[in-house]
C-alpha cells in the first residue's frame, strides 16, 4: 500500500494540469464556482486498469477525465495516461479487469472525489450506457457508450490499453489458433449504443437445415418434389427442388428461428440438364422480416448459371436478421428453382 500525504497528492495534481474552479466548474454553477477545494481525491500512481474502460477520451487534462466520468453512468475509476493525456473513463472493476503497472499512468477511484465538479449533473441517475448533459437550465441524458462486448468468437482484444466502447469508435481484434477471418478486424460501438462485429473467425455453422422456408409461388412438374422445404432438407438431388413460377422476381425464403450473423449462403443451382441458365440474377438479402427495403444485402449473383453449379455468396457486411431472403431477377418472367440452400452463421 502505498501511503502519500495530501500536500503530495496535491502538488501532483497540479503538475498534471493548472487549474483553477472555472476549469473545474460548469460555467452555470456558482456554488461550485466560489467554494475552494481543500482536499483532492485519492490518486495511485503507476498503476491503470485494463479492459474496464468505458470511454476513452484523447488530450484532456486530469480534471476534465474525472468530470467525465463523474457524468458517465456506472463509472467508479479512471485511470489517465500523462504522456498521452488519454483518459479512461472505467466501469465496475470486476475478475475480467486486469490492474497493471505502466509507468506515467495513474488511476483514481471517483467516490474520494467530491461531485460539486460537474454541478447539476452531481445527481442525475443516467441509465447504463448513458452520460448525463447539461440542457439550458435541466439536465438530461444521451447516449454515451456501448454497453457489455462486442461479439468476438474465436478471436481476441488487438488494442494496447485493451477495450473501450465509445460511440462512433471501432477495437481491432485477431482471431486465434491460426484461424482465418472474413470482413475487416473491427467491433464498432454505433451511436444506438449498439456493438456491430465486422468480422468472423472461421466459418460460422450450418443454421438454415430443417427451417421453416416460404416461397412467392409454386409450380411442379409430375415426378418432382419443388416445394419451398426442398430447399433445405440437404437433400440434392435431380427432381428434389423448388420451383416457382415464372415470374420477373420470384423469390425464396427461410426463417432460422432466431437472429444470425450471416457469413455466407451457399446455392446449389438446379442438377438436371434442363433450365440451368433461367438464373441470371440472384440478390440475398437478410433481415428481421421479408420486406426488402428493410433487409440488408448479403450479396448478388451475375449469371446466367448452369445446371449443378453451386454458388457461394459471401455476406461482406455481416448482416444480423432471421429472416434469409433469396430474389431472382429478371426482365421477362422466368421460374426460380434451386436444389438446395445452404445459409452459414454465428449467433
Known sequence: MKEVTSLFLLQNVMVICSWSMDDVCDADDI??????????????????????????????SFLTCLKECMKTSTCSNVSYRRDWQMCDINGNINSEV??????????????????????????????EGHKCVLKGEEIACEI???TGRPFAGNAELNEPFGLSRDLGHGMRYKCT?????????FAVCRKTGQWKSMFIC???SLVSQKKTTGQST????????????????GIKQLTNIFHTDAELKPFWWVNLGQVYTVLKVVSTNRIHSCCGDRLRKMLIHVGESLDTSHMELCGQFIGP??????????????????????????TVPRAFHLTEVEVYGVE
Open 98 to 127: 486486469e490492474l497493471v503497472q505502466e509507468n506515467g499512468c495513474f488511476s483514481s477511484n471517483v467516490s474520494s472525489w467530491s461531485r460539486k465538479l460537474v454541478g447539476k449533473c452531481a445527481t442525475h441517475s443516467c441509465a
Open 202 to 204: 472461421g466459418e460460422g
Open 31 to 60: 456554488k461550485c464556482q466560489n467554494p475552494q477545494i481543500l482536499t483532492p481525491g485519492e490518486i495511485i500512481y503507476g498503476q491503470c486498469y485494463r479492459y474496464a474502460a468505458l470511454r476513452r477520451l484523447l488530450k484532456v
Open 177 to 185: 489458433n491460426r484461424i482465418q477471418m472474413t470482413g475487416k478486424p
Open 144 to 146: 454515451a457508450y456501448c
Open 218 to 233: 409454386i409450380f411442379c412438374a409430375e415426378g418432382f418434389l419443388c416445394e419451398s422445404e426442398a430447399g433445405i432438407d
Open 305 to 330: 448459371a448452369v445446371s449443378g453449379q453451386v454458388i457461394v455468396t459471401p455476406c461482406n457486411t455481416l448482416p444480423k436478421g432471421q429472416m434469409v431472403k433469396l430474389t431472382s431477377v429478371n
